[in-house]
């Protein structure tokens, strides 16, 4: 099954534009998780936001966390080419020692 | 950092080959590994939960006696894609949780690329 839904499905942006990602789930979580891959490649941990945080930074990277809509975003400013990828959001449907559910991505295509 | 490695990176192999993927825990013990399948273009999808020393679980469709699961040891677990077909053909990925850290850290390996001609 699928947890989230991220939005938009594909993005276009050039250096140096920021670029956003949201990501919406379904189930109460322990936490919430964002996961950049590269076309055929494993997955990058990015970072990860407790359910009883709101914001979190990681160099160029934003993630907010709203509980009350059940939705993340994940920003990334001041893009670069080597952002490209597909980025997905995973949560861990509030029980710990479970699998990931990870959304089903957004496409940055970032060009220079 | 915690490392998980696979085993074979890639693989191509006829249909009705059975073909195994081992995903092993370098440095860390994990009694939980899960396995993901992830076809082009879209998001991992959750098959199983191999638990060490005990029987894996399955999600929803997915089907035991095609893809079974061993978790013999606390850092070795494997698929083994039985009787292949090219609708098998898609990336495995594992991840495996750490026993000595936070219950909410898990570490994924760098995927299987099953190619069924």
């Known amino acids: 099954s699928q947890q989230g839904e991220e939005d938009p499905q594909a993005l276009s942006i050039q250096e140096g534009e920021n670029a956003t990602m949201n990501c919406s789930y379904k189930?109460?979580?322990?936490?919430l998780q964002w996961y950049r891959q590269n076309s055929g490649r494993g997955l990058v941990h990015l970072i990860l936001?407790?359910?009883?945080?709101r914001e979190k930074h990681s160099g160029r990277l934003r993630v907010t966390l709203d509980t009350s809509k059940k939705s993340s975003s994940l920003l990334i400013t001041a893009s670069r080419a080597a952002d490209t990828a597909s980025y997905f959001c995973?949560?861990?449907?509030?029980?710990?020692?479970?699998?990931?559910?990870f959304g089903k991505g957004t496409t940055l295509s970032v060009s220079s | 950092g915690a490392v998980v490695s696979q085993h074979p990176s890639r693989v191509i192999c006829k249909s009705g080959t059975s073909v195994k993927i081992e995903c092993r825990s370098l440095?860390?013990?994990?009694?939980?590994m899960f396995w993901y399948r992830q076809f082009p273009k879209q998001s991992l999808m959750l098959m199983a939960t191999s638990n060490e020393g005990s029987k894996a679980t399955y999600e929803q469709g997915v089907e035991k006696d095609k893809f079974l699961i061993n978790h013999a040891s606390l850092t070795l677990s494997t698929l083994t894609v039985t009787s292949a077909h090219p609708e098998d053909s898609s990336f495995y990925i594992c991840s495996a949780m750490d026993l000595g850290a936070t219950a909410d850290t898990q570490y994924f390996g760098p995927g299987t690329r099953l190619t069924v001609l």
């Open positions: 936001i407790r359910s009883n945080e």
């Open positions: 440095d860390f013990q994990a009694t939980t």
């Open positions: 995973a949560t861990d449907a509030n029980q710990a020692g479970t699998a990931l559910i």
């Open positions: 189930t109460s979580i322990n936490n």
